[in-house]
């Protein structure tokens, strides 16, 4: 780890100079300087001290940054196939995410398991057919090009009202899937 470009990067983003660093920890501005160019390095107490007065603890600073995983191939996906539908995971292991998007396939004149009410919310926009979202006692039709959003309080499920299958993303908040 290269602890000055580190302390440098913290110290920008703060939008501090050198010397109103060295101020907040009682050093000199020739001494920011060095350890930035990695041409000093300083004792425990010290590097703490700049920490504090960077918004950080030591803990936080030697942290590795682990490098996520941003874009998910066809490949990557998990399919589920009943008789009813086909259920494709978008995001491997969302089920730790704040979010779960599942790509649904529903044959005509079929519908999802039905979901008890549950905490948080659920989202989908329909890529093809027609189909229909039952809350409750309540259908509200949603067709190709066409988005839905509920809170998930109600029992819930989706019927396909079209000809053919239909299509649709279905994202859930906390995942439930």
């Known amino acids: 780890m290269e602890l000055g470009k580190k302390i440098k990067r913290m110290r920008l983003q703060l939008g501090l100079t050198q010397a109103e660093l060295a101020d907040r920890c009682e050093l000199t501005k020739g001494y920011i300087s060095q350890l930035e160019n990695d041409l000093n390095s300083p004792s425990i107490a010290t590097l703490t001290d700049i920490l504090s007065a960077l918004g950080s603890s030591l803990a936080a600073f030697f942290q590795e940054e682990k490098s996520e995983k941003v874009v998910f191939g066809k490949e990557e996906f998990i399919e589920k196939t009943t008789e009813n539908e086909t259920l494709n995971w978008l995001i491997p292991n969302a089920q730790k995410n704040m979010m779960?998007?599942?790509?649904?396939?529903?044959?005509?004149?079929?519908?999802?398991?039905?979901?008890?009410?549950?905490?948080?919310?659920?989202?989908?926009?329909?890529?093809?057919g027609k189909i229909a979202i039952v809350l409750g006692n309540k259908r509200h039709l949603c067709k190709k090009g066409e988005a839905f959003y509920y809170p998930a309080s109600k029992p819930h499920f989706i019927e396909n009202k079209g000809k053919g299958a239909a299509k649709f993303l279905w994202v859930s908040t906390p995942p439930n899937f």
């Open 100 to 128: 779960e998007p599942v790509l649904v396939e529903l044959s005509e004149n079929r519908a999802t398991a039905s979901d008890v009410p549950h905490e948080g919310e659920e989202f989908g926009y329909v890529l093809e």
